[in-house]
């Protein structure tokens, strides 16, 4: 994740990726995927959070503050979600970010 | 409850109400409607991936089509995607283009079209669709909204003169106009299911919050499709399953004077022998002799590709039609 969304790449949903809101998450289908990815309540927070483009320390930043978790913590939570994520195709490098 | 509701697809109504706290239910009982209702949605999901296949191949064939009940309507009228679900997906085709689409469905995306045409040609002149299976899933190829008389008589060159955007992903779809969908949700409950499933009570309800037209501009366009017996049966069916409350909106629809030939045709609709009394109705409603006759045979006389799909033989199939139409008489 590092290597790839560095701290001034910005990402966002693709907008090739089916999703619906579920009773306790969300379910994405982007085309890389072979089936529909779930994935419970913090999974759809994260997925509300890149409807806009934003960088990966943005959002491991925001998810420390809303469940006031250090970021470290943050992030390890964070991570397996946005790979499975980017590895789908569901999340997409955005431009680069004009305030870096 | 959970079995009801799948049964009459309403599990997308039943998430929604557990969702905004209106049902409530134990946890265990949650857990499994939150089950029930991801696995529904990812059928969904399957079967959108399969639409913007399917719009890819069409579009590049110059193929216009407008994308109906589910898809459409999960999109358009309900306030969340996820509180609609489907089985397969449902797209209308401009009659002269239907062959060509059934084509494409078959040969370039490998799908295997379920039940063959009665005769050739049978289908773009009068049929109501073809089910194409796409591996595991199920495409309509819609020519009309409903078999039998009153799919016959709608105007569908005036159903793609307007549309709806629709977004699927990263494609812009087209659905019916906010009118044609309205009706279109008539036809499925008036004549859709017998009897009538409390989902399409529920589209229907839905549509008619995003109706921007005024009825008698719905009133008309029935007239002119010979189609008022549908509407006013659609009404009745909202008001008697709804309530009177809830189904206000839909008095004057209800109290539709309908005349006795669009009477007679509806019944048609809701016999025990309706595989049979609709066609034999749809002679009435067919102009020209020729066509009456390309119609009849195909009904008295099917394909041999057909029979055998449908384990007949022509002795079998007539027997069948007349010991059936035997019995409703």
Not at chain 2, 264 to 293: E, K, N, Q
């Amino acid at each position: 994740v590092v290597e790839r969304f560095a701290a001034d790449v910005l990402v966002e949903r693709s907008s090739a990726a089916l999703w619906r809101r579920l009773l306790d998450g969300v379910l994405v289908l982007a085309p890389e995927m072979p089936e529909p990815l779930r994935f419970s309540t913090p999974g759809e927070v994260l997925w509300a959070m890149l409807d806009q483009p934003c960088t990966f320390a943005e959002l491991v930043d925001a998810w420390s503050v809303l469940y006031e978790i250090s970021e470290r913590t943050a992030r390890a939570v964070i991570e397996p979600v946005f790979v499975a994520w980017c590895d789908g195709g569901a999340v997409v490098a955005a431009r680069r970010s004009p305030y870096m | 409850v959970l079995e009801i509701s799948m049964q009459d697809r309403l599990l997308g109504a039943l998430a929604e109400a557990a969702s905004d706290g209106a049902f409530c239910l134990l946890p265990e009982q949650r857990d499994q409607l939150t089950e029930q209702h991801a696995g529904s949605q990812a059928h969904m999901l399957r079967l959108e991936r399969m639409l913007v296949g399917v719009a890819e191949a069409f579009g590049d064939a110059g193929i216009d089509f407008r994308v109906l009940k589910g898809a459409s309507l999960a999109h358009l009228v309900y306030s969340d995607p996820a509180w609609r679900n489907a089985a397969d997906v449902d797209l209308l085709i401009p009659s002269d283009r239907f062959d060509a689409a059934v084509r494409i469905a078959t040969d370039q995306l490998g799908g295997e079209q379920l039940i063959p045409q009665l005769r050739p040609g049978f289908d773009r002149e009068f049929g109501k669709e073809s089910l194409v299976r796409i591996g595991k899933f199920e495409l309509d190829l819609h020519r009309t909204f409903v078999t039998g008389p009153f799919g016959l008589t709608i105007d569908l060159d005036e159903l793609f003169r307007q549309r709806t955007e629709i977004t699927i992903g990263d494609r812009q779809l087209f659905g019916l106009s906010a009118g044609h969908r309205f009706l279109h949700a008539c036809y499925d409950t008036a004549l859709g299911d017998y009897p009538v499933r409390l989902g399409s009570v529920r589209d229907l309800l839905l549509c008619r919050t995003q109706l921007d037209v005024d009825f008698d501009q719905i009133v008309a366009m029935a007239r002119h499709w010979r189609g008022v017996a549908v509407v006013q049966r659609a009404a009745q069916l909202v008001i008697d399953t709804a309530g009177p409350d809830a189904g206000a909106d839909f008095a004057e629809l209800a109290a539709l004077d309908v005349s006795r030939s669009q009477a007679w045709l509806l019944r048609s609709y809701l016999t025990p022998a309706r595989s049979y009394s609709r066609p034999l109705a749809s002679l009435a409603v067919i102009s020209g002799c020729r066509a009456r006759w390309r119609y009849a045979r195909a009904i008295f006389a099917p394909s041999p590709a057909y029979l055998r799909s449908r384990g007949w033989t022509e002795r079998s199939h007539l027997r069948r039609s007349l010991r059936r139409l035997a019995r409703r008489g």
